[in-house]
Every structure is written in structure tokens, then in C-alpha cells.
């Protein structure tokens, strides 16, 4: 599986710095639009043997959300250093698994979201 970044509503102005910052990585990099987001994981991130779900998506989020693909632990450390070099800040950061690759990317970033804000409970 080839490296990529999944990048989840990043607005106009963010969006170039993501980028920016993921580019020396040498990553692909994939915006997924919001109608897609009835798709797994596996599917956006082109593992063989994924297949496209007929449709859009009926239910979206608007949070923004970053999910590594294909990534070792030097790439993520990596890309989480390149942000930070960069002043990019993004709560909601993910590694695909075999697991949560056959997610959609609600239900992704619905567990996501519930990781982050526990995490957050916990260190208050």
C-alpha cells in the first residue's frame, strides 16, 4: 500500500498548509469530499481489493481530520513533527488499520472524536 494522508474538511486557507507540510514527506496526499464520505477507508486510501459503495453520503461531520495510510512509525512521527515545524494544529489525527479500514469516514471520525475528547477528559 503507497503512503497517503486522507485530509477531512480542511478550509481554503488551511488547506495549502497541510499540504506544505506533508509534501517532503514525499506522501500522497488526498482530499476526500464530503459525498464521499460513505466510503471505507481502504477504498480512499486505494488498497487492492476495496470497492467504491454506490451513492453519496448521507450523513457528513465538520470537523477537520487527518488519517495516515500505509505509514510506519518513522513516517508518522515524521508527519507529526512536519506539522508542528509548520504551526499546524489537528485534533483529530488517525492511522488506518486493517481494522478501521473497512470504516466509513463517519464512523471513523465519530471514534476519533470520542478518543479525543476522552483523552481530553482524563487530563483535566
Known amino acids: 500500500m503507497k503512503k497517503t494522508v486522507l485530509l ?31 466510503q471505507v477507508l481502504g477504498y480512499l486510501a486505494d488498497v487492492q481489493g476495496f470497492q ?4 453519496e453520503a448521507t450523513e457528513t461531520f465538520e470537523d477537520e481530520m ?5 505509514f510506519t512509525r518513522n513516517d508518522i512521527d515524521g508527519l507529526l513533527r512536519s506539522l508542528k ?24 471520525h465519530d471514534a ?8 481530553h477528559r482524563n487530563n483535566s
Open 8 to 38: 477531512f474538511n480542511f478550509d481554503e486557507n488551511r488547506l495549502p498548509l497541510v499540504k506544505r507540510a506533508v509534501m517532503p514527506l514525499k506522501t500522497g496526499i488526498k482530499v476526500v469530499d464530503k459525498k464521499d464520505f460513505n
Open 52 to 55: 467504491a459503495i454506490e451513492g
Open 66 to 70: 487527518l488519517i495516515m495510510a500505509g
Open 85 to 108: 515545524k509548520h504551526n499546524i494544529r489537528v485534533d483529530l489525527k488517525a492511522i488506518m488499520t486493517p481494522t478501521n479500514s473497512l470504516w466509513t469516514c463517519v464512523q471513523i
Open 112 to 119: 476519533v472524536k470520542a478518543d479525543h475528547e476522552e483523552m
